[in-house]
């Protein structure tokens, strides 16, 4: 479910290959199933992006903080590790997650 949604978006008319290239990454833990993500990019295809989303009891669900100008882009995530269950609407943890053995120090 989308709590908030604002996408305001300017692409490049004259690109006509739109090149895409993830220039950087980094991600971390914040508590048992909470994650945070920091990535770079650059998209020939944009001139201008701004993504703010805010979403819940779904996969993966949390913050998103996304700016860009000119072809690079930020990026930032505050999500949940779990996957929503839609049938029981509860959280759902599977071994095979990343970061499912979280241990608290």
Known sequence: ???????????NPFDRWEYFRNLGCISGKVFK??????????????????????NRNTDHAGLTVVVGVLGYGIGFRIYDTRH???????????????????TET
């Open 1 to 11: 479910m989308n709590i908030i949604n604002i996408r305001i978006e300017l692409s």
């Open 33 to 54: 199933h909470k994650a945070w993500e920091l990535e770079h990019t650059f998209y020939t295809g944009m001139l201008f992006d701004t993504d703010i989303h805010w």
């Open 84 to 102: 929503w269950n839609y049938e029981t609407k509860e959280w759902q943890v599977y071994p095979s997650d990343r970061y499912y053995e979280y």
